[in-house]
């Protein structure tokens, strides 16, 4: 794990206390602690003052930043007698502080570093997503799997889409390391991670679980496309289908009760919410309009662009695709070595955030997509200034 190739999973500094900081936020971040990681991340900044005091800005996070406050500010402000979380005002300053605080450290730091806290943060949305369905499971493996979790953190039961579009962003980011340049031990497990993790997913039976892990070895197979990535691909697939069906043999059976469910098709009520929601939405300029709980007894379209729109119209809708279209732009000027996963973690998360509610609910997807766009700006060297401030990079 300690090592400078830029295809490894993860690479450290060992003796850094800014680095155990900084990750630690990020980590605790992930994790949904808010009253943890802000408090760390201050303390990152009492040891490494300058990045708060003096900063720099590059013009890329500028305009990202920009767009991304434009998206999240009007629902806010217009939406905010629509937002069915307890303190609206709290979950503002708290995305706030991450687009604004973390967003303008993260900016200053090499894209080494940068690469280094969204690989954390998709572990610490992983781990708490399975924190949770590992409880449920083991509390009443029949009770609990689609439609309820029970949250052993917070106390209360949760919906379980949420915990599964968690771990299929945690599969993502290991189905990706599958296709680098690291050991067979190192692929090995990652292998058991995903058939594990794939068997919890059939627990859950959730759909967009399998969607987006099709897409991810679909979109890793052609960002990294060789001859030995094909190879790999056969040969890895084969183990992990192994490994599968070893796991659900050994598992009973009767707790997969649901799986009828993932026969699924557009004659979903996900489907047809989505196509009443974009109806509305070329109606209502300036948000207003609600789900049709006719067709489903919720109270969000599971969708950023109809959710954000439900709150604030067209303002917030254009903000995120001019953010995604930016992002994509500096995806094609290969800023960095990192900007393949950069953008490949950028239209996974985007796509999980179809199937999301995001503002009044996962926003750290937000955040992650965020950190993945400021890691595909960076470009100027920043060894000298690294070097002058102590910075952690490996």
């Known amino acids: 794990m300690l090592t400078r190739n830029k295809n490894s999973l993860f690479s450290l500094k060992k003796d850094s206390a800014s680095n155990f900081l900084l990750y630690s936020a990020v980590f605790s971040l992930g994790l949904g602690f808010h009253v943890v990681y802000v408090p760390v991340l201050l303390l990152f ?8 005091l003096r900063p720099t800005f590059r013009k890329n996070f500028l305009i990202t930043f920009t767009l ?38 993260l900016q200053q730091l090499s894209s ?22 590992v409880y449920s499971l083991l509390q009443d493996s029949v009770y609990y799997g689609y439609g309820r979790l029970y949250d052993p953190v917070n106390g209360r039961e949760t919906n379980s889409p949420g915990a599964a579009l968690k771990i299929a962003c945690l599969v993502s980011l290991f189905i990706w390391y599958v296709f680098q340049n690291i050991s067979i031990i190192k692929k090995l497990a990652l292998l058991f991670f995903i058939a594990t993790l794939t068997l919890l997913a059939t627990w859950l039976a959730s759909r967009a679980f399998f969607v987006i892990t099709f897409l991810s070895l679909a979109f890793s197979l052609i ?10 691909l ?12 070893f796991l659900f043999q ?8 649901r799986l009828n469910r993932l026969d699924g098709s557009l004659e979903s009520a996900r489907f047809l919410l989505w196509k009443d929601g974009f109806a509305k939405l070329l109606t ?18 599971h969708n950023i662009f109809l959710d954000s729109g439900r709150l604030a119209g067209w303002i917030p809708v254009i903000s995120l695709i001019s953010f995604a279209f930016y992002s994509f732009m500096l995806f094609l000027q290969k800023r960095n070595q990192f900007y393949l996963f950069a953008g490949y973690m950028f239209v996974i998360v985007f796509m999980l955030m179809q199937q999301d509610v995001v503002v009044e609910g996962m926003i750290r997807f937000l955040v992650l997509i965020y950190f993945c766009s400021i890691l595909l700006g960076i470009s100027r060297p920043l060894k000298e200034r690294e070097f002058k401030r102590g910075e952690f990079n490996s």
């Open 284 to 301: 209502h300029p300036a948000g207003g309009f609600s789900v049709d709980q006719t067709i489903d007894s919720v109270r969000w379209f």
């Open 45 to 52: 900044f009492a040891v490494k003052p300058s990045y708060l």
């Open 68 to 105: 991304i406050s434009l998206f999240l500010l009007p629902q806010y402000i217009i939406g905010y007698h629509q937002i069915t979380v307890d303190n609206p005002i709290a979950s503002m300053l708290s995305v706030m502080f991450s687009v604004v605080v973390f967003g303008g450290l």
């Open 234 to 245: 056969a040969f890895f697939g084969a183990i992990k289908l192994l490994l599968f069906t």
């Open 223 to 232: 960002l990294n496309f060789k001859v030995r990535s094909i190879i790999r």
């Open 112 to 133: 080494t570093t940068i690469r280094n806290c969204v690989v954390i943060l998709i572990v610490g949305i992983g781990a708490e997503a399975l924190i949770t369905i």
């Open 250 to 257: 050994n598992t009973d059976v009767s707790i997969f009760s």
